[in-house]
């Protein structure tokens, strides 16, 4: 599975939209990009994924460039409860290794 | 559905003693993962069974870890002897994984062990 990389620590002003970013430039043709979230203590949650499209959920948008050897997490409107480290993985359909980096903190500010 | 249950929430146990962690999947999910988190190797994968079959255990550390998952709704993981440096939140997560929209992950909330 190919490498991803993000930024280590991320701020974001209550309100105001959070655009995390993730390298994946050795992604493959049959890989979705998915991305994860851990708050504090809890479990990993799921967020979104997707392959090259652009995609958008109740919780977030995906943003894939052409190339697709980057994206970028959007959430719209953050909050104090999407202070959080959100793990960006790269991972072919059908395979079920997911492996999680070192993600980004992102901390949401009032 | 409840989500992914994991039992005990904290254990706390002495160096040397047998440690048992337990999961219960979300009911018709295929597959089960164990993960291992630390703060300094981050969020590791143990092992994962598909229909309760082991399918790639070359995460788990060394031979006094061990995972089954006698049937499709129970799954425990090992630790025999336990080792202060086994230290570590192990969580349990499943996944229906029937084509990419049902491959994501559901973690449970984690067991904290304490091996002194």
């Known amino acids: 599975d190919a490498k991803t990389t993000q930024p280590p620590s991320m701020d974001c002003a209550e309100g105001r939209a959070a655009n995390l970013p993730c390298n994946h430039s050795t992604i493959s043709g049959n890989e979705y990009v998915y991305w994860y979230r851990q708050i504090h203590s809890q479990g990993p949650q799921y967020i979104i994924h997707g392959l090259k499209n652009n995609e958008t959920n109740e919780m977030a948008s995906l943003i894939i460039t052409e190339d697709r050897k980057s994206s970028t997490l959007i959430l719209p409107h953050a909050t104090l409860r999407d202070t959080a480290v959100y793990y960006c993985?790269?991972?072919?359909?059908?395979?079920?290794?997911?492996?999680f980096g070192t993600g980004t903190r992102l901390k949401v500010l009032a | 559905d409840a989500g992914v249950i994991q039992s005990p929430r904290h254990e706390v146990t002495e160096m040397g003693q047998e440690v048992t962690l337990r999961c219960k999947p979300i009911?018709?999910?295929?597959?089960l993962f164990w993960y291992r988190q630390t703060m300094m190797r981050g969020l590791e994968l143990l092992i994962y069974?598909?229909?309760?079959?082991?399918i790639d255990d070359s995460g788990m550390p060394e031979d006094r870890f061990s995972a089954k998952m006698p049937n499709a709704s129970f799954s425990t993981l090992k630790i025999q002897p336990s080792e202060p440096r086994d230290s570590a939140v192990y969580f349990c997560?499943?996944?229906w994984g029937r084509g990419v929209d049902n491959e994501k992950l559901f973690f449970g909330s984690g067991t904290q062990l304490s091996v002194l």
């Open positions: 997560a499943s996944s």
């Open positions: 009911s018709g999910h295929d597959y």
């Open positions: 993985i790269v991972k072919a359909s059908g395979t079920y290794k997911y492996i």
């Open positions: 069974f598909n229909n309760n079959v082991p």
